[in-house]
């Protein structure tokens, strides 16, 4: 088959464009605005850009009623939001937390979880998340779409402080992926989870591309002058 969006149909009954760029990560991010209420909530379109310095960036479509996200409005007036990571045993709040919701709702209290407080920012962290990233804002692009929910703000950030469960660092010093179980999204109402993994290291040996390969500052520093 073969479409083009917004001028010819695809001719199915259900839109496979998000179900062709699968699986995505969840950027779970955690505001607060500045009265101090606390904001919670999902978003599929999530990715690391770059390792050094480490960038975060969260892609949020407007509301049902063509108005901007809380976690956008509250990242650029506070300067910060946290990444918190979801995990399969998270899932259902994950869930609830999605749901559209009046302005200054509590989505942790809604889906009935604990905070903690984060180190340099202000907003809180999710509790039982396995690992989280405080994050300072940096800025936001914004395309334009059709009304009401096309338009989309997409939200960079520096990864200022990182949090990691130390049960979930393996004997070899490594994050124990398959142990946490994250989920991400597919298309359509599906998710999946993080089960299984295989390696591939590139070949040649080149010790700076493999520390960037691993996103290591460290030893890619290293590589350049040994």
Not at 124 to 148: A, M
Request: glycine fraction near 8%; aromatic fraction near 10%.
């Amino acid at each position: 088959m073969y479409y083009e969006p917004g001028k010819t149909p695809h001719g199915l009954p259900h839109d496979p464009f998000k179900s062709c760029v699968v699986p995505r990560p969840i950027g779970w991010i955690s505001t607060v605005d500045a009265q101090g209420r606390d904001n919670l909530a999902p978003y599929s379109q999530f990715q690391n850009v770059t390792f050094d310095p480490p960038i975060v960036m969260f892609s949020a479509n407007q509301t049902t009623q063509g108005e901007r996200k809380d976690s956008v409005r509250n990242a650029e007036q506070m300067g910060q939001f946290v990444w918190n990571m979801a995990t399969w045993n998270l899932r259902e709040a994950v869930n609830i937390s999605a749901e559209e919701l009046p302005h200054g709702v509590d989505e942790f209290e809604r889906a009935g979880l604990g905070k903690l407080e984060s180190r340099i920012v202000r907003p809180k962290r999710v509790k039982g998340s396995p690992i989280q990233f405080e994050c300072e804002y940096l800025n936001t692009v914004r395309f334009p779409g059709k009304p009401p929910m096309g338009t989309v703000d997409v939200v960079f950030g520096r990864v200022v402080g990182i949090h990691i469960d130390d049960q979930y660092i393996d004997s070899n010093g490594l994050v124990d992926i398959l142990k946490i179980r994250p989920i991400a999204r597919m298309g359509y109402f599906d998710y999946t989870t993080v089960d299984s993994k295989f390696q591939m290291v590139i070949p040649g040996n080149s010790k700076a591309l493999l520390a960037g390969l691993e996103g290591s500052p460290d030893k890619a520093a290293q590589a350049r002058h040994p």
